[in-house]
C-alpha cells in the first residue's frame, strides 16, 4: 500500500541552526500539508501546498519556515532559524484531488537544544 | 478562531464494552469529518469519515454526525486492549483544505 515517506525519523539541532525536513507524498496527491505535534498537545495545521504554491497557512507558519517541492517527487519543510519552542513532531501528509481524506507520514521528531 | 473540542479523558472502558467518544466543532459551515486513532509517538492514521447527518457503520466502528448540533461522535463495539490509544476529531473547515484537529481522547481498554 502506498505510504507518504518522512526523512530523518529524528533530527537533533542547536538553537539557531537551520533544519530541512523531508517528504514523499503517495505518488498520484496532489495536496500535501505539514502539520507539527508539540508533546502531549494537539496536531496543528501549518502549511497546505498545491500546484506549486502555498494554499493556505497558520499563524505559526511565521518567517521562519518555508517549503518547497524542489522536484516531482519531495516535499520538504524548512526551518531558518529554529528555536527550542520548534520542537516537536512533524508530520507530512497528503490526499488526492478528489477526496479529503489526509493521509500521514511517520513524522520527524526535531529536537532543538 | 475556528475550534475542535474533544474531553481529553482518560475514557477506560473493559474489554468487550463499547466505547463512546464525542467532539464538537465551532465553524458551523464544516462539511467534512473524520477520526483518526494515533499510539502514542505514532502518526494519525484514518479510521472513519462522515459527511452527512446521521450514523455510518463500518466494523465495530460507527460515526454520528449531528450538523445542527455541531456534534460528531464515534462509538466502539466490543472495545478490545488494541484499540487503546488517543483518538481525534478532525474537522474540515468551510474554507480551506486543512484538517483541524481537537486535542484528542484516551481510550485505555482494560482485558
Known amino acids: 500500500e502506498p505510504e507518504v515517506t518522512q526523512t530523518p525519523s529524528h533530527q537533533v539541532t542547536q538553537m539557531g541552526q537551520e533544519v530541512i525536513l523531508h517528504c514523499v507524498p503517495i505518488?498520484?496527491?496532489?495536496?500535501f500539508y505539514w502539520y507539527r505535534q508539540i508533546l502531549g498537545q494537539k496536531v496543528e495545521f501549518l502549511v497546505s501546498?498545491?500546484?506549486?504554491?502555498?494554499?493556505?497557512k497558520s499563524e505559526i507558519f511565521d518567517d521562519q519556515f518555508s517549503v518547497e517541492r524542489p522536484d516531482g517527487s519531495n516535499f520538504t519543510l524548512k526551518i531558518r532559524s529554529t528555536k527550542l519552542e520548534d520542537s516537536a513532531m512533524y508530520f507530512c501528509?497528503?490526499?488526492?484531488?478528489?477526496?479529503?481524506?489526509?493521509?500521514f507520514g511517520s513524522g520527524t521528531q526535531l529536537s532543538v537544544l | 478562531q475556528k475550534e475542535v473540542e474533544q474531553n481529553s479523558g482518560p475514557l477506560s472502558v473493559p474489554e468487550g464494552a463499547i466505547a463512546s467518544l464525542n467532539c464538537t466543532y465551532s465553524?458551523?459551515?464544516?462539511?467534512?469529518f473524520f477520526w483518526y486513532r494515533q499510539y502514542s509517538g505514532k502518526s494519525p492514521e484514518l479510521i472513519m469519515s462522515?459527511?452527512?447527518?446521521g450514523d455510518k457503520e463500518d466494523g465495530r466502528f460507527t460515526a454520528q454526525l449531528n450538523k445542527a448540533s455541531q456534534y460528531v461522535s464515534l462509538l466502539i463495539r466490543d472495545s478490545q486492549p488494541s484499540d487503546s490509544a488517543t483518538y481525534l476529531c478532525a474537522v474540515k473547515l468551510e474554507a480551506g483544505t486543512a484538517l483541524i484537529f481537537g486535542k484528542g481522547t484516551t481510550l485505555s481498554v482494560s482485558s
Open positions: 501528509a497528503s490526499r488526492t484531488g478528489r477526496s479529503e481524506k489526509l493521509f
Open positions: 465553524d458551523r459551515g464544516s462539511q467534512s
Open positions: 505518488s498520484n496527491h496532489l495536496y
Open positions: 501546498f498545491y500546484n506549486n504554491e502555498i494554499s493556505e
Open positions: 462522515i459527511y452527512s447527518n
